[in-house]
Nanobody
Framework: QVQLVESGGGLVQAGGSLRLSCVAS??????MGWYRRAPGKQRDLVAV???????NYGDSVKGRFTISRDNAKNTVYLQMNSLKPEDTAVYYC??????????WGQGTQVTVSS
């Protein structure tokens, strides 16, 4: 059964940190990443990491967020530092399988209070 299970969201004050985790099961993940959707806005790229370790970040999170992965655990992490109220959103894990499929997690809420 294909699953992406996210954890680590919550409520934090501005300037604080959170770490999101996403465990993939039922398939072999190639690229893994995070997207977010704020209320009333479209879904935007936060960060992505491919199996070789190359990363890409959305402009608004560069220098504050770090994506990493543990290939042995099929897990991707998002370390979020210096959080701002505008980072408030539902964060979705996404993973591309080696056979070309794209899977999404259920989303985890991140709320940053001012």
């Amino acid at each position: 059964q294909v699953q992406l299970v996210e954890s680590g969201g919550g409520l934090v004050q501005a300037g604080g940190s959170l770490r999101l985790s996403c465990v993939a099961s039922g398939f072999s993940a190639n690229a893994m990443g995070w997207y977010r959707r704020a209320p009333g806005k479209q879904r935007d790229l936060v960060a992505v990491i491919i199996s070789g370790g190359r990363t890409n970040y959305g402009d608004s999170v560069k220098g504050r967020f770090t994506i990493s992965r543990d290939n042995a655990k099929n897990t991707v992490y998002l370390q979020m530092n210096s959080l701002k109220p505008e980072d408030t959103a539902v964060y979705y894990c996404a993973a591309g399988s080696t056979d070309g499929m794209l899977y999404w997690g259920q989303g985890t809420q991140v709320t940053v209070s001012s």
